[in-house]
T-cell receptor
Framework: GAGVSQSPRYKVAKRGQDVALRCDPI?????LFWYQQALGQGPEFLTY????????KSGLPSDRFFAERPEGSVSTLKIQRTQQEDSAVYLC????????????FGPGTRLTVT | AQKITQTQPGMFVQEKEAVTLDCTYD???????LFWYKQPSSGEMIFLIY??????QNATEGRYSLNFQKARKSANLVISASQLGDSAMYFC??????????????FGQGTILTVHP
């Protein structure tokens, strides 16, 4: 596709359930980022991949959050035992190294934990 | 300390007028990049404009220009000839480190811009 896609667009989970959020970056983009955006706030960095290598996971808020990109393209963000504070929009972005000003964002997945 | 500060929670502008959205930043890294993104109600982050710390001239992209004042650590976005479709949330963001490093962004809190007809 032409842009970054994310699925599902909306997810409602009961507290304690596990969820998996998918990101399809722009074809050929080596760098992939996950951000979390709480309501009315700016996005906050979660984790970064260069190809399949997770080079920075300093923003993951707890060990319930796990991300992978096994083949260097599609990435999945998994949240185990969801809590209400996990409710947010999860944004994925991709770019080419050295051209990071062309960081393209997907539409996001809005997660609501009830 | 906040790395990116946007002090205007909301701004109003008349259609066809110009508006300035404020952004100040804090970094000790000599190499950095500054970004502005637009986020309409649909939620997607749309890249508007980029300024590198070593760029001598202010960046411009169509109706968008970035008023970069390095000594004051400010990077204000100027939108000229506002249109109704400009109504959205606007975020200022910073990447610390050179452009060859990976582009982890730090965002401000955002400014909601409303354009009146």
């Amino acid at each position: 596709g032409a842009g970054v896609s994310q699925s599902p667009r909306y997810k409602v989970a009961k507290r304690g359930q596990d969820v998996a959020l998918r990101c399809d970056p722009i074809s050929g983009h080596v760098s992939l980022f996950w951000y979390q955006q709480a309501l009315g706030q700016g996005p906050e960095f979660l984790t970064y991949f260069q190809n399949e290598a997770q080079l920075d996971k300093s923003g993951l808020p707890s060990d319930r959050f796990f991300a992978e990109r096994p083949e260097g393209s599609v990435s999945t963000l998994k949240i185990q035992r969801t809590q209400q504070e996990d409710s947010a929009v999860y944004l994925c972005a991709s770019s080419s190294p050295g051209l990071d000003y062309e960081q393209y964002f997907g539409p996001g997945t809005r997660l609501t934990v009830t | 300390a906040q790395k990116i500060t946007q002090t205007q929670p909301g701004m109003f502008v008349q259609e066809k007028e110009a508006v300035t959205l404020d952004c100040t930043y804090d970094t000790s890294d000599p190499s950095y990049g500054l970004f502005w993104y637009k986020q309409p109600s649909s939620g997607e982050m749309i890249f508007l404009i980029y300024q590198g710390s070593y760029d001598q001239q202010n960046a411009t992209e169509g109706r968008y220009s970035l008023n970069f004042q390095k000594a004051r650590k400010s990077a204000n976005l100027v939108i000229s000839a506002s249109q109704l479709g400009d109504s959205a949330m606007y975020f200022c963001a910073m990447r610390e480190g050179p452009g060859t490093s990976y582009g982890k962004l730090t965002f401000g809190q955002g400014t909601i811009l409303t354009v009146h007809p």
